[in-house]
């Protein structure tokens, strides 16, 4: 449970505490955590999370995300921003023992200076020492003259972000990607 002792008082203490226990009443369909029997894992594209675009989090709203967040052990974000300020400021409203790892920042009009993260809870998941980006190799080419060229590929705009973990005895590698969306269309019809 996240940590409400920093919630304002008066009206607006009322208010969250109105919305948080609504929100638990939607959130008693997510299985309950337990520290051994369970392991609850969710992914949240939080849009722009947090830039000033569409504008910043209200102190109530992150009352709402830790409470979601704490439902589940361990939690892919998607669009965390390149200034780790929000993410930082759930993790404490979460509790000390919560934790993450991001991925740089990704660079270019379509990255969109985005990040990924893995945020969880340490008291039950462990990070497991291996964590990276999935990079394209260049593909080896056999040119006309019969020579063999070297071209680099296309990576893709927000490379997929793996990275392994350890639940007691479990140990698993996730991936998280997140897939820049757009009217493009398949190259063949029938793959629609």
């Known amino acids: 449970m996240p940590f409400y002792y920093q919630m304002p008082e008066g009206p607006a203490g009322a208010r969250i505490a109105s919305g948080l226990l609504r929100l638990r009443e939607k959130l008693a369909e997510v299985p ?8 609850l894992l969710a992914t949240w594209n939080i849009r722009e999370f947090d830039s000033a675009k569409y504008g910043r989090r209200t102190d109530d709203a992150f009352f709402f995300l830790a409470e979601v967040v704490s439902h589940f052990d361990l939690i892919a974000i998607q669009e965390v ?4 300020s929000a993410l930082e400021r759930l993790r ?3 509790g000390y023992w919560w934790k993450y790892l991001v991925t740089d920042v990704t660079v ?19 990070f497991g020492g291996l964590a990276g980006e999935v990079v394209l190799p260049p593909v080896t080419v056999t040119a006309p003259d ?13 490379t997929p972000y793996l ?14 990607v997140h897939i820049l969306y757009g009217g493009s269309a398949a190259e063949l019809p029938e793959r629609v």
């Open 146 to 158: 019969g020579s063999r060229v070297v071209k680099p590929v296309d990576q893709l705009y927000r």
């Open 81 to 84: 921003r390149s200034d780790l």
């Open 32 to 39: 309950v955590r337990t520290r051994e029997e369970t392991l």
């Open 92 to 94: 404490r409203q979460l």
């Open 108 to 126: 270019g009009t379509r990255g969109n200076r985005e990040r990924m993260a893995f945020l969880f809870d340490g008291r039950k998941v462990r």
């Open 163 to 176: 990275a392994a973990f350890e639940a007691g005895w479990f140990k698993f590698i996730l991936s998280t």
